[in-house]
Each structure stands twice: as C-alpha cells, then as structure tokens.
C-alpha cells in the first residue's frame, strides 16, 4: 500500500549539519513553501530561504507559518525554533537529522556515570583552558576556575572598549530593563543556544543530559554554548555597546551571525561533541549511516530488527 504525502529525501541527501548555514530569525512575517524553499512575506517583499542548507529558523512573535513549510523544515533536517520578543525566550523545536542512536546512547553512558561525568566535564573545561592541566581538578574547582575566568574577561573588555560593566543583570520579561551589555548579552546568547540546540538533536543527542549543568531540558545546550561565549558572545557584546546601535538586540543577532558565517561554526561544533562523547571514533559523520532499527540481546549485542525470531509452538 502506498503512503500518502511526499516521499521524505534519503538521509545521504540532506547537508550535513556542520556544512550548513547556522540560524535565521524572523518575526512579524508569514512563511509558506515554494518548491524546497521556505518564504517569509512581509510589507517590504518575500525573502526566499533554502530549507537544505538551514541549521535553524527562529521564529519570533508576529509569525505564522504554513504546515507545508514545516513539512519542508522537517524533511530537510532543520530545526525550527519558537522564541519570543528579540529570540530571548525559548518556547519549542524542531526534530533530529539523524538516524543514528549512536551519540544519544555514548551521552547517556557516560553522564550516568559519576566518573565518566566527571571526565568529561574536565575536557569540557579544558577546552576553555589551552594548555592547562584540568585531570586532577575536582568539579568545584573547576567551576571557580571558569567564573574567574568569565570575570576577568568582562573586566578586560571593558576595560578595552571603555564601556563600564558591573554584573551580568538582565530580566526576560523586559528586554529593554537591563543596560546595553546586558541586552547585547541576551540576545547574542539566545542565538548562540538556538544554534548549539540545533547542532545537538541534528547529530541525536538530548539537550537535557548537561554533564556541567543539570536539571533543566537544555542542560546540554548550555554546557555546549559556553565553551564559546567568551570567544565569541562576551566580546561582541562589549563592542555593540560601544557602539551604541539603535536595536542592539538585532545587531548582536546579525553580528553573531556574520561571525558564524565566516568561523566555520558549526563543523567546530559538531567536532567539539564527537570528541566529548565519541573521542575514539575520529572525523565520522556521526549524522551518516542507514535508516536501521536493531534489537537489544543482551550486554552490547545487538541484531537485527523486522525479522521474525523463535519457533511457532
């Protein structure tokens, strides 16, 4: 019997997620589907967007968008995000590239268990401290380690661009309440979030088993974000402030944007949680491999699913 609907495109055929474009935002527009292009319509014309080549579309407030267009979203292995006002809250996403259990089932072994939680939130750390040796820290002294860090690099970049800085202060429900770092900080951090989350259940993986942060649904999206705010979120938040823009959220949108463009992002992305949680398996597309369901036997044996097993009696 045939399926009713459009055949969805074979996984060998979708971009793969470190090769694609990091995120889009949108709000106050409606989004339709033209051919294998998401459309966003509004007062100043129709902008075309490739669905393939998309990581993730934020949806802001003011959207409305087409079950044909999500259909295209979800056949491409995009994820679709639902945030509000300037993409500072999160509401919903979208589904998973991949096919593969493989990264899902490595992150779920190694965060229940104490040691290998641990081990990995050292490399996690590491990788924020070139050149130091994190092996015999325990977890508290690493997290005094980072907050020192994350301080002193507020510090310096004030100090480097003159733009006075006391806390990181800011209250979601009213954007605008907070002073201009702040606002750059939020909103350069949200989209910062959308991107990781979108890399994340694009390989498999669950956003909620955080091996740093813990109890929240995006606990890993977190722990994966911040090995790269201060590289990238903190700096061009100072600067935006400095230059004092007329919508610092949207520049800080669209500056992040351009610094993902041309940094390769998402591959570093994507490495970065192929060596946390498959250290050993080298550069394989962790998103590859066939459409297949296998059955548990027993320890790490696994065989093959839709076959018939046992003796009729």
């Not at 490399?123 to 070139?130: C, D, G, H, K, N």
């Not at 995006?218 to 007329?246: H, Q």
């Not at 970065?272 to 066939?290: M, V």
């Amino acid at each position: 019997m045939a399926v009713p609907g459009a055949r969805p495109p074979d996984l060998p055929d979708l971009v793969r997620a470190q090769d694609r474009l990091t995120f889009i935002y949108l709000e106050k527009c409606s989004i339709h589907r033209e051919a294998n292009a998401i459309t966003a319509t509004e007062e100043r014309g129709v902008m075309r967007i490739p669905a393939a080549s998309l990581g993730a579309l934020l949806l802001g407030p003011g959207t409305t968008v087409t079950q044909q267009a999500m259909l295209l979203m979800a056949e491409s292995g995009s994820t679709v995000v639902w945030v509000g006002e300037e993409g500072v809250r999160y509401y919903a996403h979208g589904r998973s590239l991949s096919h593969s259990s493989r990264l899902l089932e490595a992150q779920a072994r190694l965060m229940s268990n104490q040691s290998s939680r641990l081990r990995v939130a050292r490399e996690m750390y590491a990788m924020r401290f070139p050149g130091e040796d994190t092996s015999g820290l325990t977890i508290q002294q690493l997290r005094g380690r980072e907050g020192s860090r994350i301080r002193r690099a507020y510090r310096d970049h004030s100090n480097r661009t003159g733009v006075p800085w006391s806390r990181r202060d800011y209250d979601v429900a009213v954007f605008e309440a907070s002073d201009p770092v702040n606002q750059a900080l939020s909103a350069a951090n949200t989209s910062l979030y959308g991107v990781v989350h979108s890399v994340i259940v694009a390989l498999g993986c669950s956003p909620g088993l955080g091996f740093v942060h813990t109890g929240h649904a995006r606990s890993f999206v977190y722990d994966i974000a911040d090995l790269y705010k201060a590289e990238l979120t903190i700096p061009l938040a100072f600067d935006l402030a400095a230059e004092a823009p007329f919508d610092i959220g949207s520049a800080a949108r669209r500056a992040l944007r351009d610094q993902f463009r041309g940094g390769a992002f998402l591959d570093r992305c994507v490495r970065d949680i192929r060596r946390l949680l498959l250290p050993d398996d080298g550069e394989e597309d962790a998103t590859s491999g066939e459409n297949i369901v296998y059955l548990w036997d027993g320890a790490q044996q696994n065989v093959a699913g839709a076959t018939a097993y046992g003796t009729d009696g």
